[in-house]
C-alpha cells in the first residue's frame, strides 16, 4: 500500500523551493545507497534523478542498489556485519523502532540544515518518540481519515465536513436519504475503524493497555466503541454486504452508490484505478468521540524513511543527498508523479487526487500507529478481527465482542 497507487497527474511548472542544503564539494566520496524500491518505480525514477544532480552537483559518486521491499528481511543482519553501506530506505515506522540503534544521530545535521522549519511536523514527532532523537528523515508520506465523494455530498445538502461523531452520524443520516450508502467497509480494514473510534475515546495508549493486560471488560470504552460501529449497522450507514470483501466496498464510491471510506492516502488512487472512476475527492480527519481523549489532530501516518547507518564514514555527504531527494524540486516531482504527499511543506501543490487531504493533513500534530494499538500482541489479532468483522455483518453485539475478547484473554494478563 505505497502512495504510488492510481493514475499519474501531469507534472507541474509551478516554481518549487529549492533543497535545503547545498551537497558540499569539500571531498570526494563514494556513496552505496540500499533502497527499498525497485528501479522502475515512480518514486525509484526521480530518487535516480535527484542521484544524477547530486553526483554533478558534490563531485561526489552514488551506487544504488535495488532491494525492493525485501529490505527489511536483509537490512538488519547487513547492519550488524558492518556492510559498506551510507544511506538505506525504509518504512518509517520500522527505521525508527527496529534499526535505529544502529543508525546515526541526524539532530546535528538536521539542525544546521533548518530541517525542523520545513518537515510535516507529526513525522519527526513520531520519530524522535521512537528513537529518542532524530535516527530518520521521513518521505513519501501517507495520511488518513475519512475520504469522500464531494459530489455526494453536495446532493445530501452537507455544506460542512464532520467534525464531531454526532456530526458524522447526522451526515450519514442525510447522505442515506439522499440515496447513498453513507459509509463503505471492506473486510481488511474492520480493525482499522474500531481501531479509530476506540483511540478517539481513550488514545493510543489506552488501546495499548487494554490488549496488553485484557482489560476488555474492565474498560468501559471498549464496549461504547464497538456500540458505535453496531449503531452504523443497524441505522442503515453501511451496505447491507458489509464488510465486502477489498476492494469491492471501497469501489462502491467509485460506482457511485457509496460516498465515504475510512482509509489512507492511497485510496482514491485505489478506487480511481479499479472502477475508472473521475471524481472530486474530500477528506477529514476521523470524527472525536463525544467525551473522548484525543482530538482529531491525531492519524494513523506512515511514510518512507532514510537513515544512515552508525558506521559510515560519508554522514554528512549522506545526509546532503538525502536532503536533495526528501525537499525542494524532488520532493515535488515525486508527489507528483506518485500520487503522493510533499515531505517539504513548502512544496504547495498536492496530485489532485489528494489534494482535498492537504488542510486535514497539515493540521495534524501527532500519528497513531496502523491500527492505532490493536496490533501489539500478535497472538490475538485474529480474535480481533474475526470478531470485529461480525460486528460489522450484524452477527454479533457489543457484549459478545467484549466476552469474546476477555475469553481470547492475553499470555501476559490471563
Known amino acids: 500500500m505505497f502512495a504510488s497507487c492510481g493514475a499519474k497527474p501531469a507534472a507541474s511548472s509551478a516554481a518549487t523551493p529549492a533543497s535545503t542544503s547545498a551537497p558540499a564539494k569539500a571531498e570526494s566520496a ?21 542521484v544524477k ?12 542498489e535495488w532491494k525492493g521491499r525485501d529490505i527489511k528481511d536483509i537490512i538488519q543482519a547487513a547492519l550488524d556485519a558492518g556492510t559498506k553501506i551510507d544511506l538505506f530506505d525504509d518504512d ?15 539532530e546535528e545535521f538536521a539542525k544546521a540544515a533548518d530541517y525542523d522549519s520545513y518537515a510535516v511536523a ?6 524522535r518518540k521512537w528513537a529518542g532523537s532524530l535516527k530518520e528523515i521521513p518521505y513519501q508520506p501517507y495520511t488518513s481519515g475519512v475520504f469522500y465523494n464531494k459530489a455526494a455530498f453536495e446532493k445530501a ?11 458524522f452520524l447526522d451526515a450519514c443520516e442525510k447522505l442515506k436519504a439522499a440515496g447513498f450508502i453513507p459509509l463503505a467497509q471492506d473486510d481488511a480494514y474492520a480493525m482499522y475503524t474500531l481501531g479509530f473510534q476506540l483511540a478517539r475515546y481513550i488514545g493510543q495508549d489506552g488501546i495499548v493497555k487494554v490488549v496488553n493486560e485484557g482489560l476488555w471488560a474492565e ?13 452504523l449497522k443497524t441505522k442503515g450507514y453501511l451496505s447491507t454486504s458489509a464488510p465486502d470483501a477489498f476492494p469491492a466496498g471501497e469501489n462502491e464510491i467509485g460506482l457511485g452508490n457509496a460516498a465515504m471510506v475510512v482509509n489512507a492516502s492511497w485510496v482514491p488512487g485505489e478506487i480511481t484505478t479499479n472502477t475508472e472512476c473521475d471524481l472530486e475527492w474530500g477528506m477529514f480527519n476521523y470524527p472525536t468521540g463525544d467525551g473522548g481523549k484525543d482530538p482529531s489532530t491525531i492519524a494513523n501516518v506512515g511514510a518512507q524513511a532514510f537513515a544512515i547507518p552508525a558506521k559510515s564514514e560519508n554522514g554528512q555527504a549522506a545526509f546532503d543527498l538525502i ?18 504527499i510533499p515531505a517539504d511543506t513548502r512544496n504547495g501543490e498536492w496530485p489532485k487526487l489528494i489534494a482535498g487531504c492537504k488542510d486535514s493533513f497539515n493540521a495534524l500534530t501527532d500519528v497513531y500507529d496502523w491500527n492505532m494499538g490493536l496490533n501489539t500482541d500478535p497472538d490475538i489479532q485474529v480474535v480481533i478481527k474475526d470478531s470485529i468483522l461480525k460486528v460489522f455483518e450484524g452477527k454479533m453485539d457489543a457484549a459478545a465482542f467484549v466476552a469474546e475478547l476477555e475469553k481470547a484473554g492475553t499470555p501476559k494478563a490471563k
Open 30 to 50: 563514494e556513496l552505496v545507497y540500499w533502497s527499498m524500491w525497485n528501479n522502475t518505480e515512480p518514486q525509484a525514477i526521480v530518487i535516480q534523478e535527484a
Open 53 to 64: 544532480a547530486y553526483e554533478a552537483k558534490s563531485g561526489n559518486t552514488v551506487t544504488i
Open 92 to 106: 518509517f515506522m520500522r527505521v525508527g523502532q527496529n534499526y535505529a540503534a544502529s543508525c546515526m544521530d541526524l
Open 122 to 127: 507529526a513525522l519527526p514527532t513520531a520519530a
Open 157 to 167: 445538502g452537507i455544506t460542512a465536513e464532520p467534525k464531531t461523531w454526532t456530526e
Open 219 to 231: 474498560e468501559p470504552a471498549v464496549a461504547k466503541a464497538v456500540n458505535d460501529i453496531v449503531a
Open 323 to 340: 536532503t536533495m531527494i526528501t525537499s525542494g524540486e524532488f520532493d515535488q516531482k515525486m508527489a507528483l508523479d506518485s500520487n503522493g
